[in-house]
């Protein structure tokens, strides 16, 4: 057996010691505490640590609770609004810095476009906390804007990689192609540019919708009172003796976020 | 085609400008600009009820580092503060080296696997990094609660008497900040591993070198760059996490962006709450800067 761990056939080059038990360790790790928040959140029990059947009932506790469904809608329209426009700046962008050479301000366009995945959030959020302040005492004006505002900023850069990366590898002879044959510049753009960018353009407003509906710094820096999203809420009510409704908004949270992940990345990958 | 090179050209130009200017005026609006306002408010007076007095004072920059005896006016370090500050970058360096010990034999678990495997786990590794941060601080504080898992265990295999207290602690805190941004080193260092050339192990082993001496001469250098991203993608989101500190260390334990929060709210000292926010933006960008320094070092490098 001896001489046959040494012989060269059965000498992996790959193996380290010790490096698949930790490997292993590091996904257990990563998924173990998720497996027994989302078993919890089916416990017939009003507690988070001792198991006492599977119930529904936390679910349909999270379904009648006005706080919730109101934190939801409120998380769900910031969301959308901040995706679309992120999604729509972010698109113009990608046309105006792919497909020239180096042009003059480039460095400081990306460093702007990359600035809210630089910049500490907190910073960010204090940031936006004082400035929105002097907004609201001037105009008076203190509804979701802020919000949406606030999120489609930081939603940009996140949806601007994938659009970009999709732009850098399109083949430009089809446009060139369609305006030889007197295809003006917006014909070839919605006919040609846009049905081969689409599959970017959906990356980026994945990404930028799961990044605005995961948000809880700067929302609760930039947030007016009662304007509370789904993670703000939860938040909130970590302070307080937690029950597994909790656990249960977070559930489905998770889901809807492992969804649109594996969504994004088996479209990335064909892409 | 009849009109003058220069022309187009200017065209092009406005156009990109055009195409650029949604993009900028939102982020200048929501983003850049107001971290000016943070600077310029870092030089006010604070107002009694939070907020600032617009009269410039330097007092706050100086409160910073320093604080005044309010009776004999002595001048001494203002230990509050620079203790906070040492130990976010104490706990932030904790939570890298963890993450790095885990990571690395991750990144090449992954990058030794069959290629038609690799994706799947390179999923499994994606999918925690994209889920809601609160969640998995959430999911963490479950585990490590007196009441949680770990602890209900150990007592029910009478390895312990009492609940160990791990929640609300510094080591909570960096198990959290590991927890949750993990993924952000295995990534990049998986990266570089990917691209490794196994050749060159083989040509160490054919010299008799040990496996630990072809991970540390061969392997380890090879990925440098790698092992630098994540690092850096690891220390830098620890040194201004907030959210893991207030949930995982439970108001006591407090880390610098809760320090800054504490100027907002209780403290009401919005000018030393900008000051120390710009603190925190010279430190993450001397890092990042630092980065990106050895990150086109190592470019040239390699050609």
Redesign the interface.
């Known amino acids: 057996m001896a001489d046959a761990a040494r012989s060269p056939k059965a ?1 992996s ?8 038990s ?2 292993i ?3 257990l ?6 497996v ?2 989302v078993l ?1 959140s089916f416990n017939a029990g009003t ?4 198991w006492e059947g599977f119930s529904w009932r936390w679910y349909e506790a999270a379904w009648q609770n006005e706080q919730i469904k109101d934190a939801a809608t409120r998380s769900l329209i910031v969301a959308a609004c901040a995706t679309t ?2 999604t ?3 698109t ?2 990608g ?3 792919t497909r ?1 050479g180096k ?2 301000g480039q460095t400081a ?1 990306f460093a ?2 990359n ?2 995945l ?14 929105f ?2 907004i609201k005492v001037a105009t008076g004006y203190t509804g979701l804007v802020y919000l949406i ?2 999120h ?3 939603c ?1 850069p996140f949806a ?1 990689l994938p659009i970009r990366a999709r732009l850098e590898g399109m083949d430009l002879t089809l446009e060139h192609a369609a305006a030889d044959l007197y295809a003006t510049p917006w014909k070839t753009f919605r006919r040609v540019t846009l049905p081969l960018l689409w599959p970017g353009i959906l990356a980026g407003a994945m990404l930028a919708f ?1 990044i605005s ?2 948000d ?2 700067i929302t609760e ?1 930039v947030k007016t009172a009662g304007q509370d999203t789904l ?1 703000t809420y ?2 909130g009510q ?1 302070r307080r003796v937690v029950t597994p409704e ?1 656990n249960a908004i ?1 559930t489905v ?2 889901a809807i ?2 969804v ?3 969504i994004f ?1 088996f479209l990335n ?1 064909k892409g | 085609m009849t009109e003058p090179v220069n022309s187009r050209m200017h065209k ?2 406005v ?3 055009l ?2 200017a ?3 005026v ?10 000016l ?2 600077l310029v ?1 870092s030089f006010l007076q604070p107002g009694d009820y939070g ?1 600032v007095v617009w009269n410039f004072s330097i007092e706050a920059w100086f409160n910073v580092l320093f604080q005044e005896d309010i009776f004999d006016e002595t001048v001494t370090f203002a230990d509050a503060h620079l203790s906070i500050f040492w130990r976010s970058v104490r706990l932030s360096f904790g939570t890298t080296v963890m993450a790095f ?3 690395f ?2 990144a ?3 990058a ?1 696997r069959p290629k038609q495997q690799r ?1 799947m786990w390179l ?6 990094f ?7 601080t ?6 490590i ?1 007196n ?3 770990i602890n ?1 265990a150990l007592l029910a295999a009478g390895v312990i008497d009492s609940p160990i207290q791990i929640l609300f602690t510094d080591f909570a805190i960096m198990l959290g900040m590991l ?1 949750v941004y ?2 952000l080193m ?1 990534l990049p260092i998986y990266a570089s591993m990917e691209r490794l050339d ?1 050749s060159i ?2 040509a160490g ?1 054919d010299l008799y070198a040990s ?1 630990f001496k072809v ?1 540390r001469r061969i392997i380890l250098p090879l990925v440098k760059p790698g092992v630098i991203a994540g690092s850096i993608l690891v220390f ?2 620890s ?2 996490a ?2 893991t500190p ?2 995982l260390g439970g108001g006591k334990n407090l880390m ?2 809760n320090l ?2 504490l100027q ?1 709210g209780q403290g009401r000292n ?1 000018p030393l ?2 000051a120390l ?2 603190t ?2 010279v430190i ?2 001397v890092a ?1 800067l630092f980065y990106v320094r050895v990150a086109t070092k190592e470019d040239i490098k390699h050609g």
């Open positions: 000498f080059l790959k193996r380290q010691p010790g490096f698949s930790l490997a360790a590091c996904f790790m990563l998924y173990a505490p998720i027994v928040l919890y507690s988070i640590a001792i426009v992120a729509t700046v972010a113009l962008a046309l105006a810095t020239t042009f003059r366009v702007i476009i600035q809210p630089m910049v500490p959030e907190i910073v960010t959020a204090v940031a936006l906390l004082i400035f302040a002097i505002a606030a489609a900023a930081f940009i601007y799961v509906l995961d809880v710094v820096f993670p939860m938040l970590l909790i977070s949270f998770l976020s492992v649109l992940v594996c990345f990958r | 092009a130009a156009n990109r400008w195409l650029l949604p993009a900028l939102i982020l200048c609006f929501a983003a850049s600009g107001p971290l306002i943070v408010y907020g010990v885990i990571g034999p991750t090449y678990f992954i030794t994706d999923l499994l590794i994606i999918i925690p994209w889920t809601n941060l609160l969640i998995r959430f999911a963490i504080m479950e585990v609660r009441e949680g898992v209900s927890y993990l993924p295995v196994f192990v083989e082993y496996r991970l830098v989101p040194l201004g907030y959210v207030r949930v610098v962006g800054i929060e907002f919005w709450g900008s926010a710009v925190l933006l993450v960008m990042l």
